[in-house]
């Protein structure tokens, strides 16, 4: 089965998508109300990956360098960008939940 | 084009432009330090000098390690500014070791201009340069020196522009300076650093008799 992508912004306005409605599949209860999809949710499947393999390596620039084949300045750059995404996202956020 | 053949074409191509993407740190020095040292002994086969960051000239006979002494004080000439740049406008938690590895490998290129200038012909054409005045007469010109000669400098042109390219590389990977100032910041450095190899080297040759 292919793997499907969460999308996290609409296809018509590109604006962030919300979750209305939590399932389970056990019981079929279902859960709904206007929920915030997770900072770390919104990145890419690339950037997840980078945070993931990231926490694996303990943190570790060298380690995860070594992970993607590239050199530590790449990686690290990488690693800066990522976080100015995230503060972009987290500062989003807050203004969505002022207005 | 396949996939395949575009991502080994983009492959070479980040190789040939930006190898820091994938090497940097204590490999680039090493490997940079041994092509300096190289293009160094090298040029000193047919006294071709690099007295300055950007600079490159043949003639002056010097002992070897003259020659050594000046790819080192290139490197370092270019390297220093840029760890000031990077300390002063970077936010990124920068390496020294980066910054120094990455530039001595951007100078690989010149290795070929050192080869280019043992070539015979273009040795000859040198000779003739003092010569080259009102008294000259055009047949003492010989052809192919002179096709070998204008083939050389335009290698050498191509090498340089080709190490600029790359130290810029070098530095933006490095230092990881955003906008528009990185470029700045960047010529800045180059003009400083080629200032500085410069009287360095003038004033270490003036020391030792050699100009």
């Known amino acids: 089965m292919n793997k499907r992508l969460l999308p996290v912004s609409c296809p018509s306005c590109e604006q962030t998508l919300k979750v209305r409605r939590f399932e389970c599949s056990n019981c079929d209860t279902a859960v709904e109300g206007n929920f915030d999809l997770p900072t770390l949710a919104r990145l890419t499947p690339e950037e997840q990956s980078f945070v993931l393999n990231l926490v694996k390596c303990g943190g570790s620039l060298k380690d995860l360098a070594k992970i993607y084949g590239v050199s530590y300045p790449t990686v690290r750059n990488r690693l800066d960008a990522l976080i100015e995404r995230l503060d972009g996202l987290q500062s989003q956020a807050s203004d969505e939940e002022g207005s | ?211």
């Open chain 2, 1 to 211: 084009m396949d996939n395949s053949e575009t991502s080994k074409g983009k492959l070479i191509v980040t190789w040939l432009f930006n190898p820091f993407h994938y090497i940097a740190g204590g490999k680039a020095l090493v490997i940079g330090l041994v092509v300096i040292l190289l293009t160094g002994l090298i040029g000193s086969f047919s006294n071709t000098h690099f007295d300055g960051v950007l600079d490159i000239h043949t003639g002056l006979p010097a002992p070897t390690w003259v020659f050594l002494m000046e790819g080192l004080v290139d490197w370092l000439s270019l390297g220093i500014p840029l760890c000031v740049v990077a300390l002063i406008f970077t936010k990124s938690k920068v390496r020294l070791l980066d910054v120094f590895g990455t530039q001595a490998l951007a100078r690989f290129p010149m290795i070929v201009n050192a080869l280019l200038s043992l070539l015979p012909g273009f040795q000859r054409q040198i000779a003739q340069l003092p010569r080259m005045g009102p008294q000259f007469s055009p047949s003492d010109i010989v052809p192919m020196d002179m096709a070998v000669f204008a083939f050389v400098l335009l290698c050498s042109l191509t090498m340089l522009v080709w190490m600029v390219a790359l130290m810029y590389r070098a530095y933006a990977v490095s230092c990881n300076i955003r906008g528009g100032k990185r470029v700045v910041l960047f010529i800045a450095a180059l003009l400083v650093g080629e200032v500085i190899s410069k009287v360095v080297l003038i004033v270490a040759l003036n020391h030792l008799g050699l100009l």
